[in-house]
């Protein structure tokens, strides 16, 4: 009886092995464990046994059925794997480069810093760019801010902690860093490296401890531009600033200069447009920059003589620009990655 159970052992492995579908391991699980297989079958001859042969072919049984089972569960595994794999098609190469479904695009505030900087290279501005941190010489002192000037106020600004040291900084003395407030600090390191004549812009991003609200941001981008040059005037300030504006909102644009006060620049001015084309905003004075000749003192901060050397500054908000273009009222959009937002101001697909 022993050697019966080693014979269905060995023909059920044997059958196994031929097995290619869940059909047939089906058709061989029948033919060896089912109510007629062989298995079922043998076991059915214990009875037959005297009492004293009937526990030791209990064993052996068990141990057949155990083997058996552990054959049929080993091949159903496989054909599954196997079933698995076909319904996955033909195998892939890894290294390759994916099938593109999605075409990124282009952030609206990178598109108008581009079309800002296209702007003023045509008039022969370079970028000049420096980093966020700064220190509090050369984003305010050294533009003529002085010390209770609310800007330079914790509540305005962000302060790094006193002892905090960054080796890529200069520092004029031993001035706390700060996120830079605006770009304009920018200008201040170009003339320390550059000597005039210069015409450049300082694209880039900016802080401030703003509440965030419809039209503030703690993080947001401005563009400022510095021209200096030997007898430089305000109409020279106001034809390059004509041009760029013309450039980027139209021809039919209109602008004007209200006199105003920055720390940097005397004397100052805010910037108005007025053009037939921004949707509600149309034919309405609307505030655009700020500009102003270089005051004389910064020019002498940077060591260049005021009576040999003049110019102008002028800066403007990205975003700013962004929402005027596209009429867009909650500068929050531009920031919460709505894919539905920001696909109608790029070529995505």
Same mark, same amino acid.
Request: charge should be neutral; glycine fraction near 6%; proline fraction near 5%.
């Given at each position: 009886?022993?050697?019966?159970? @080693? &014979?269905?052992?060995?023909?059920?492995? &044997?059958?196994?092995?031929?097995?290619?579908?869940?059909?047939?391991?089906?058709?061989?699980?029948?033919?060896?464990?089912?109510?007629?297989?062989?298995?079922?079958?043998?076991?059915?001859?214990?009875?037959?046994?005297?009492?004293?042969?009937?526990?030791?072919?209990?064993?052996?049984?068990?141990? &057949?059925?155990?083997?058996?089972?552990?054959?049929?569960?080993?091949?159903?595994?496989?054909?599954?794997?196997?079933?698995?794999?076909?319904?996955?098609?033909?195998?892939?190469?890894?290294?390759?480069?994916?099938?593109?479904?999605?075409?990124?695009?282009?952030?609206?505030?990178? *598109?108008?810093?581009?079309?800002?900087?296209?702007?003023?290279?045509?008039?022969? =501005?370079?970028?000049?760019?420096?980093?966020?941190?700064?220190?509090?010489?050369?984003?305010?002192?050294?533009?003529?801010?002085?010390?209770?000037?609310?800007?330079?106020?914790? @509540?305005?600004?962000?302060?790094?902690?006193?002892?905090?040291?960054?080796?890529?900084?200069? @520092?004029? *003395?031993?001035?706390?860093?700060?996120?830079?407030?605006?770009?304009?600090?920018? @200008?201040?390191?170009?003339?320390?490296?550059?000597?005039?004549?210069?015409?450049?812009?300082?694209?880039?991003?900016?802080?401030?401890?703003?509440?965030?609200?419809?039209?503030?941001?703690?993080?947001?981008?401005?563009?400022?531009?510095?021209?200096?040059?030997?007898?430089v005037t305000i109409k020279d300030l106001k034809a390059v600033l004509d041009y760029f504006l013309k450039e980027l909102f139209g021809d039919q644009l209109e602008t004007r200069l209200r006199p105003s006060f920055f720390p940097?620049?005397?004397?100052?001015?805010?910037?108005?447009?007025?053009?037939?084309?921004?949707?509600?905003?149309?034919?309405?004075?609307?505030?655009?920059?700020?500009?102003?000749?270089?005051?004389?003192?910064?020019?002498?901060?940077?060591?260049?003589?005021?009576?040999?050397?003049?110019? =102008?500054?002028?800066?403007?908000?990205?975003?700013?620009? &962004?929402?005027?273009?596209?009429?867009?009222?909650?500068?929050?959009?531009?920031?919460?990655?709505?894919?539905?937002?920001?696909?109608?101001?790029?070529?995505?697909?």
């Open positions: 009886m022993e050697n019966d159970l @080693q &014979a269905i052992v060995t023909q059920a492995e &044997a059958i196994l092995k031929t097995v290619k579908s869940r059909a047939e391991w089906e058709q061989a699980k029948a033919t060896i464990l089912g109510p007629n297989g062989s298995l079922t079958q043998a076991a059915k001859g214990i009875g037959r046994l005297s009492k004293e042969d009937r526990p030791a072919f209990g064993q052996a049984l068990n141990q &057949a059925k155990k083997k058996v089972e552990g054959f049929f569960k080993t091949s159903l595994e496989l054909i599954e794997n196997q079933a698995d794999i076909h319904s996955l098609g033909e195998k892939t190469d890894p290294s390759l480069p994916p099938v593109p479904h999605h075409l990124g695009g282009t952030h609206p505030l990178t *598109n108008v810093r581009r079309k800002v900087v296209s702007i003023f290279r045509k008039i022969g =501005f370079t970028v000049a760019e420096a980093t966020e941190v700064e220190t509090e010489w050369f984003c305010f002192d050294a533009l003529n801010t002085p010390e209770d000037h609310p800007a330079r106020d914790a @509540q305005d600004t962000l302060f790094f902690p006193a002892d905090s040291k960054w080796s890529n900084i200069a @520092q004029k *003395n031993k001035e706390h860093h700060v996120l830079r407030t605006h770009t304009s600090s920018v @200008q201040i390191r170009t003339l320390f490296k550059e000597k005039p004549p210069l015409r450049v812009i300082a694209p880039g991003r900016c802080f401030r401890r703003d509440t965030v609200d419809a039209t503030h941001s703690a993080n947001f981008h401005q563009t400022e531009g510095l021209y200096v040059d030997k007898n940097f620049t005397e004397p100052s001015f805010e910037v108005d447009l007025k053009a037939p084309n921004l949707g509600k905003l149309s034919n309405k004075w609307i505030e655009i920059m700020g500009c102003g000749m270089v005051d004389p003192e910064v020019l002498k901060l940077v060591n260049l003589n005021p009576d040999e050397w003049s110019g =102008f500054a002028f800066g403007l908000g990205i975003e700013r620009v &962004a929402m005027i273009l596209h009429g867009i009222d909650d500068i929050r959009h531009f920031y919460q990655n709505d894919q539905r937002f920001l696909s109608q101001f790029s070529n995505a697909t």
